[in-house]
């Protein structure tokens, strides 16, 4: 039996957890999380409300569960669109080199020469606060991060012995890129893309507790974060709950990323 490392063990777990946490709330949660009962604002942790309610009535847990439903499907289809983006344009670049690869690399350092969040902040503005606006705004600050790992994995692979033997055969270009050279940078662009999905969670959060996420009433763990700033001390709980759920995430990513990366790695395996 094949003995699996804890950090892949750990971080597959909380994933599981997350991840569970928001296919389940798309069936049912313990209440409405956007009805609102003022008689039952603020009340504190209980059988009845397990992680208490909000300033409005609305229960903790039902909110935190179609919270994650957001994160996810922003995390989700951000990271697509930037490994799709980001892995067709470093094949160009690198297979092509010359103009187009001059071009491409003039754009990525423009784009990387801003920080992800900072980017995504400003095209945020432009947007407006809205769910595609993120994504949009997030897939083009972090696709240029795999831009650049894939071209580097391309201007290896494309000099290696079967990439002249697809040519010889006669294959077109783009059959040699798509067949023989894309299978070949799996690796990197898998263990890049399990990190950006952490960060773009932790990004969404941020952009949501500044306003310029998902907007309110939808739950977002960033908007409920933002909530829960008045009653910090009246209602610890309506901090802790997001809070907690957003480091279990990237602490799961992080542990699963790192996992992905010694498997990937020869490198690791040699230690």
Not at 32 to 51: E, G, N, T
Not at 135 to 145: K, M, R, T, V
Request: hydrophobic share 50%; net charge positive; aromatic share 8%.
């Amino acid at each position: 039996m094949i003995r699996q490392p804890a950090n892949l063990i750990i971080g597959s777990i909380l994933l599981i957890f997350i991840g569970g946490m928001a296919l389940l709330a798309l069936f049912w949660t313990p209440y409405d999380p956007a009805a609102i009962k003022l008689i039952s604002r603020l009340k504190p942790p209980s059988a009845q409300f397990w992680l208490g309610t909000d300033e409005f009535g609305r229960d903790v847990v039902s909110r935190l569960m179609t919270g994650a439903v957001q994160s996810m499907t922003v995390a989700i289809l951000t990271v697509a669109f930037a490994v799709t983006v980001g892995t067709l344009t470093g094949l160009i670049a690198g297979y092509t080199r010359g103009l187009a690869d001059r071009i491409l690399m003039v754009f990525s350092d423009a784009l990387l020469a801003f920080p992800g969040t900072l980017l995504a902040l400003g095209l945020m503005v432009i947007s407006g606060p809205n769910k595609y606006g993120i994504i949009l705004a997030l897939g083009i600050a972090y696709s240029p991060s795999v831009l650049r790992i894939v071209r580097a994995s391309v201007l290896s692979a494309r000099e290696r012995e079967y990439v002249e033997a697809s040519r010889v055969i006669g294959n077109c270009e783009l059959t040699t890129m798509f067949k023989h050279i894309l299978p070949n940078c799996t690796a990197p662009i898998v263990v890049l893309a399990t990190s950006m999905f952490g960060w773009v969670v932790l990004a969404e959060s941020g952009l949501s507790f500044l306003g310029l996420g998902v907007p309110p009433p939808a739950p977002t763990w960033g908007n409920m974060l933002s909530a829960a700033r008045t009653y910090i001390e009246k209602a610890p709980w309506l901090g802790l709950a997001p809070g907690i759920c957003i480091s279990l995430t990237l602490l799961g990513i992080n542990l699963l990323g790192d996992a992905l990366r010694d498997r990937f790695d020869p490198r690791m395996e040699q230690r």
